[in-house]
């Protein structure tokens, strides 16, 4: 019988993302709680585990619930860290080029960090709709899901990602209105589409321009590179002779 422990999938912040993790400890508890029917019963399992990165060897706490009325094929457990799930601010968000849009993601990534996350996946919605009003010319084209069609029309957007940001939009909404928590899992995934979209129209086309700024053209000799001739002293005219 092996000595070594468990291991299992788990939040990593120093690795950052899911990593193998080692159960260095873990204790598990059952509250069973009776129902009309006195044959019946339902039950809800809280289990701790002291986890150990096998990467980086950081210690986390990771609580798991499960309820007994789940479906395992559909339903996942509650899972939450402490520390809390972290997402490093991206070193290119200063590169964004508006001020606002910049604080705006910078608060997100706070409110991430402390476990706040309703006030993240409102702030997610106000990032995402101070960067269509900056695409669309600073115009204002009303509810959320008109922006989308003119971003769309725009050719901003494919008709396949509208539906996407149109998701990420309702979980923002029902966090604002109805104080939705959405999993810890689900803030994390509308983290990255949001951040390959704002990386994309924001920072790469300036990238770009400069690259191309920086490229000599294949017709034109580069500014930094002297000519053959320049290098052996001699001149167009002396070719001639």
Excluded at 12 to 32: D, P
Excluded at 73 to 97: F, K, M, T
Excluded at 121 to 126: L, P, Q
Excluded at 187 to 197: D, G, N, W
Aim: charged share 30%; net charge negative; aromatic share 8%.
């Amino acid at each position: 019988m092996s000595d070594k422990p468990a291991k299992v999938q788990a939040n990593c912040n120093t690795c950052g993302g899911a990593r193998s993790a080692f159960i260095q400890a873990e204790h598990s508890v059952t509250k069973t709680q009776a129902t009309s029917d006195p044959e019946y019963s339902v039950w809800y399992e809280t289990t701790i585990s002291i986890l150990e990165c096998a990467g980086c060897g950081n210690v986390s706490v990771r609580r798991r619930g499960w309820f007994s009325e789940n479906d395992p094929e559909y339903d996942s457990p509650d899972i939450s860290y402490w520390p809390p799930r972290q997402r490093s601010l991206p070193d290119w968000h200063s590169d964004l080029g508006d001020d606002n849009l910049q604080k705006a993601m910078k608060e997100v990534y706070v409110a991430v960090s402390q476990g706040m996350v309703i006030l993240a996946s409102i702030g997610v919605r106000t990032l995402l709709d101070r960067a269509f009003y900056l695409l669309l010319d600073e115009e204002d084209h009303g509810a959320f899901a008109k922006k989308l069609c003119v971003m769309v029309q725009k050719g901003l957007l494919l008709e396949s990602e509208k539906d996407i940001f149109q998701s990420i939009a309702s979980v923002g909404d029902a966090a604002t209105h109805r104080a939705y928590v959405p999993p810890q899992e689900t803030l994390v995934e509308i983290l990255t589409a949001v951040e390959s979209f704002l990386h994309q129209k924001f920072v790469l086309p300036e990238k770009a321009r400069r690259i191309k700024e920086e490229t000599p053209d294949k017709d034109k000799p580069s500014k930094d590179k002297p000519r053959v001739l320049e290098v052996l002293g001699l001149s167009e005219e002396d070719l001639k002779k």
